[in-house]
């Protein structure tokens, strides 16, 4: 159960993050732990010209900005706008010329996986399936972030990480108990040790469990997907809790449109810091 004060909120049922999906015939696993060594000796593929959001922008976190502060609840707690934050546009608009990154869209980026045109990715439990079909189950590889240069400085790049939660909404019930108490009953058997186990185990599911009895399990500790995640989500090195204001709404709209602009070169060197500051400011004001 998720437990805030002493009051239970929801219960958790799986845990989510990117990593990183290679082909192995074109990688090592040491090549991999770094973005430099993966874009010198093969290619990797991301979508810059129509930013993700939830992709890319945890980059900022990687260089020690904040998202909503420290906690991720302060709704004026952002602070991109500074010097690591320039650092962040100048390396994103700096991929252009890295010949070893190519831009991909959503529609293209498994296909090009599958033809060779990208030797490295970073996507989702989600795209398993579709990634083991596109390059072999045997060539595929799985890996935390690799730690990237920005600014001159090589730091861990960071991904957003999520929760899969079930939760009871009390409203409907008014003053039946009975019904509320019901409703706990099935929230906390759908997330039990045994069906999270269940959730992981069936085919094209995937779900990363949360529970850390089942994380121990063989089935879990022999999966390279599961480790892969399991380490993302451990420490604040490697992930950052996607924020739950209302105020992310403006974030993913904005973010994007800010990132996708400096790569395709709307926006020059000169004005990242204020663009940054702007950024800020706005999602201070969000409502």
Do not use: C, H
């Not at 996507?123 to 596109?134: I, K, V, Y």
């Not at 993302?232 to 490697?238: E, I, V």
């Amino acid at each position: 159960m998720l437990n805030t004060i002493g009051k239970t909120y929801a219960f958790p049922f799986g845990i989510e993050s990117q990593v990183l999906f290679y082909n192995k015939s074109k990688l090592s696993e040491e090549d991999v732990t770094n973005y430099e060594t993966i874009t010198s000796k093969a290619t990797f593929g991301a979508t810059f010209k129509s930013m993700n959001a939830y992709a890319t922008a945890p980059l900022f976190m990687s260089v020690g900005d904040t998202l909503f502060g420290e906690d991720g609840e302060t709704v004026d707690g952002t602070n991109w706008g500074n010097e690591a934050g320039v650092s962040v546009l100048q390396w994103i608009s700096d991929q252009n010329s890295n010949s070893g990154f190519v831009n991909l869209t959503a529609e293209n980026a498994m296909s090009k996986f599958g033809d060779g045109s990208v030797a490295a990715i970073e996507t989702g439990p989600w795209d398993l399936s579709a990634a083991q079909e596109a390059i072999g189950e045997e060539n595929l590889g799985i890996a935390v972030y690799p730690t990237v240069t920005i600014g001159g400085n090589t730091v861990q790049q960071k991904a957003f990480l999520g929760v899969k939660l079930f939760a009871v909404n009390q409203a409907p019930a008014g003053s039946d108990t009975d019904r509320i108490a019901a409703s706990y009953k099935l929230a906390s058997m759908l997330t039990s040790a045994e069906s999270q186990e269940n959730q992981f185990t069936y085919e094209g599911r995937n779900i990363i469990p949360a529970n850390k009895e089942v994380q121990e399990s063989d089935t879990v500790q022999s999966n390279e997907l599961a480790q892969a995640v399991i380490k993302m989500a451990s420490s604040s090195d490697y992930t950052v809790v996607t924020p739950k204001l209302r105020q992310m709404t403006t974030f993913w709209t904005e973010s994007a449109a800010l990132l996708s602009d400096v790569y395709n070169g709307k926006i020059q060197s000169s004005d990242y810091l204020t663009k940054l500051q702007e950024f800020d400011a706005d999602l201070a004001a969000a409502e």
